[in-house]
């Protein structure tokens, strides 16, 4: 078992900045990749980025690509999420997420742990 913790959420104005952290521990030397998720109110969680920590390859959601960055640091078993020009449609609690499956990474249900959330509001 996995537990992470997400930190760095907040409230921001439009084409703001934020860092969010997730610090993982536990069997983390199980984990096939690990991933964003982000849920705004009335909505379904949703992927927005993930990031295979064998090979370092990362996938987004077409929402965010050029706008969000996705890293790991094993060292520290901290992964990141450096959102940069953000927008009021990016605002919802925004949950770290691992898996030890394959799959489609933006698939909810193959994530066997996951973190408490932090909220990003960003208003316009």
């Known amino acids: 078992q996995v537990t992470l913790v997400e930190s760095g959420g907040g409230s921001v104005q439009a084409e703001g900045s934020l860092t969010l952290s997730c610090q993982a521990s536990?069997?983390?030397?199980?984990?096939?990749?690990m991933t964003w998720f982000r849920q705004a109110p009335g909505k379904e969680r949703e992927g927005v980025a993930s990031?295979?920590?064998?090979?370092?390859?990362?996938y987004y959601d077409d929402s965010v690509e050029g706008r969000f960055t996705i890293s790991l640091d094993n060292a520290k078993n901290t992964l990141s999420l450096q959102m940069n020009n953000l927008k009021p449609e990016d605002t919802g609690n925004y949950f770290c997420?691992?898996?030890?499956?394959?799959?489609?990474?933006?698939?909810?249900?193959?994530?066997?742990?996951w973190g408490q959330g932090t909220l990003v509001i960003v208003s316009s």
């Open positions: 536990g069997r983390t030397d199980r984990i096939a990749y």
């Open positions: 990031i295979y920590p064998e090979t370092g390859v990362t």
């Open positions: 997420a691992a898996s030890t499956r394959g799959g489609v990474w933006r698939f909810v249900r193959l994530y066997e742990d």
